[in-house]
Structure formats: C-alpha cells, structure tokens
C-alpha cells in the first residue's frame, strides 16, 4: 500500500524566505523526501538523493513541457535547449554547446586571464570595490556578451533580460507577473533583431542560424534558441562570483587556506555553487506514475527539483553549513547533473578561476562592508558586496 505524501504549507516564495531559505529548506527535508507543497500544488524534491535521481533520469522527469512554474512561461519558451528532451535536447544541445564546450573554451582562456588580471589589479589599486558590480560584472559584460554576437543595438539589456527571464521561472507572484513585460522585450528582440544578417558572422548565437541552414535544426527554431544563450549566460557566472568574495570576505581562514595552496580553486569554487548555488531549482513534469520512498507521484504531477536545498542535504554532507574548500564536492548540484547539466559550465569556471587567480595574488584578505541580497523567485546573489581588499604584503589595518 502506497504512504501518504506529507504535505507542508511553507511558502518558499515569500520576500522572506527567499532572503533566508536555509531554514525552510531544512524542514522540507526533515518533512520527507517528497512534500506536496500545499501553496502551490506541487511536489517538491528538498533531499539530494532523489533530486540526484531525478535529474539523472530525464525519461520520468521530463523537461519537454517545460521547468517553470507557470504556464505561460513555459510557452513562451517551448523548444529552447532546457525545455525539451532526447532526442530533440542532444541536437539543440550540441549547437548552443559547440562554442563553449571544455575543449572550445580553451580558446578564450588567454584573453579572459589577462583581462582579469589588469581588472583586479585596477580594482585592488583603489582598495574599496564592489564586488558584485566592479568585479563579477566585468568579465560577462565586455567579453561573454561581445562573444555571444548579438547586434550592437540592444545588447545593453542583456543583464536585464536574463534577470527578468530566470524572475519568470517561478509561480504567478508579483516578481514574475512584472518581468513578464522584460521578457516579452527580449522575445521581440530575438525575432526581430537577431536575424542572420544581424548576427556577428563569427558570434555563437549565428551558429544557431548556421545549424538551421545545414539542416541540424528545426528552420523556425533559432529565434527561440537566443534565449539559451541571452537568459543563461550572465547573471549565474556573476552571482557565483560575488558570492564567493562575499564567502571568502566572511571566512578569512579559508582565503589563506586558499592562497597557501592555489590547486585548491577548483573545490573552492564546486564550494561556492555548493553553499550559494546561484540556481535554486527549476521543476520537471513526471511521465508516468513514480514511487519515492514509498510515495506515489502520479503522472503529469509537477516536481520541484531543489538544488539549493540539496546541496545542504545534513544527508550527504557532513556539517554543510559550513564553507570548506577542502572538502570533497565535486558531486555538488550547483550546475545541474544528467542530460541538462549547465552547458555554460566550462566558461563559467573558466572566468572564475581567473579572477581568483588574479586576486590570490595580490590580496590578503578582504574586509566585508555593505551587502544587498537579490530578492529573486528562482535565483540566489547579492547585488552589493562592497570590500576593502588589503593587498598582500602591506601592513594596513
């Protein structure tokens, strides 16, 4: 006989708990592997082994009527790379994938060093900075965005759009109902502007074009794709990023654990998507009847893979609430997992890893000043994180 699903009335979309919700998250998780949120009528997935099983199996837990929370969300952006499945996912991916693969990135990796390097030291010259603005924006504005390719006219609103476009993720609220009109902005932008002769001849996002002239793609498909790289491609890399000086500003110990053994950047930064995952969750659509511990989850059910959640799971990591860049979190969720595993991950990476580099060599420590935190359905950042960066080697207080 199937147990009865527990049911909780935690709204995890209040101004509130999206400040804070840590302590939510625990009691979903204490609350049960799958919990019927009341507030919404969707199940959520709040433990890491099943939003790992979840995402690991894309057969049950389909992406192909999409991952937000509302309707017309969903339908604004059918047939994008995250809202579809194999086979039809694998022929979208390898296009949008093509540029910035592991491999591909490599190619970048020369100018986006040096041009972290001259930023941070620009920055650590005048000692006070934001982190959030004069350092995680820099490398996403005048490199990704000219990379991408979209006509010059426009451009400017890219940041706008992918914070309005991942705001629209989430439930029929206020935040989402007024990003709606920005999306719409972007969506009239893609059709309209980003044309063939429109497009940088070598950006990516003529690439989609390029793949719908061989035949790799459906012909109507390349105005939608623009999203793939327009919602995406910005604000994660850049919430990650001013979370990290924000962690490593808080937890000086683990800057000079850092600074005293460079190899560590890799698990430093699998640590700050960990902690700070810049994605929460998206949801997925069950195909067929699942069992999860003994609970039914009826076809056509909508699920909510928590991310943010799982990452904290006291299941899988020991004290996780704690920032250790030493520890092994190489299977953390921050960059999704399975078939949708975050296709910008490599550049992300890549970008951070230089502007720590550039900053473990000449930083000491940071001193935290003024913070603001993003009130955002689907994503977690900071929008301020002022610092004082005491150069290493100098005695100042």
């Not at 099943?50 to 509302?70: D, H, I, P, Q, Y």
């Not at 659509?285 to 943010?308: A, K, N």
Request: with cysteine; charged share 25%.
């Amino acid at each position: 006989m199937a147990a009865l699903c527990p049911r909780s009335d935690i709204d995890l979309y209040t101004d509130e708990a999206l400040l804070d919700p840590y302590p939510l998250y625990r009691e979903l998780r204490d609350t049960g592997p799958v919990v019927w949120l009341e507030k919404y009528g969707v199940y959520v997935l709040p433990r890491y082994k099943e939003v790992k099983e979840a995402m690991t199996n894309w057969e049950v837990f389909s992406s192909a009527r999409g991952v937000m929370l509302n309707q017309q969300m969903n339908d604004t952006l059918r047939g994008i790379v995250l809202c579809s499945d194999e086979p039809e996912h694998g022929r979208l991916r390898r296009v949008i994938a093509k540029p910035i693969t592991a491999q591909a990135v490599t190619a970048y990796a020369e100018l986006i060093t040096r041009e972290a390097d001259a930023l941070v030291e620009r920055l650590v010259a005048r000692k006070r900075f934001d982190a959030a603005t004069d350092l995680a924006m820099y490398l996403p504005a005048t490199i990704v965005s000219k990379l991408v390719g979209l006509p010059e006219k426009g451009r400017e609103r890219m940041f706008e759009w992918g914070e309005a476009n991942f705001q629209c993720f989430g439930p029929l609220n206020a935040r989402t109902v007024a990003a709606f009109e920005t999306v719409k902005e972007m969506m009239d932008y893609a059709f309209t502007q980003c044309t063939r002769e429109n497009l940088k001849p070598d950006g990516w996002a003529r690439m989609i074009w390029d793949a719908a002239d061989r035949g790799e793609i459906p012909a109507d498909r390349p105005p939608v794709m623009m999203n793939d790289y327009m919602g995406p491609s910005l604000d994660t890399t850049i919430f990650a990023t001013s979370s990290a000086i924000w962690l490593f500003a808080r937890n000086p110990g683990q800057w000079e654990a850092l600074r005293a053994d460079p190899s560590l950047v890799p698990r430093a930064i699998n640590e700050v998507l960990r902690i700070e995952s810049p994605l929460q969750g998206f949801s997925r659509m069950t195909t067929r009847d699942v069992e999860i511990d003994g609970v039914t989850v009826p076809r056509d059910s909508r699920v909510i893979v928590l991310w943010g959640s799982a990452n904290r799971d006291e299941r899988k990591w020991q004290d996780p609430e704690r920032f250790d860049i030493r520890r092994n979190n190489g299977d953390h969720l921050g960059f999704g997992l399975g078939v949708h595993v975050c296709v910008g991950m490599h550049l992300a990476k890549l970008e951070i890893s230089a502007l720590l580099g550039a900053l473990l060599k000449r930083v000491a420590r940071f001193e935290l000043g003024e913070t603001r935190r993003v009130i955002h359905n689907m994503m977690r950042g900071l929008s301020k994180v002022q610092v004082t960066a005491h150069r290493a080697g100098s005695r100042s207080i």
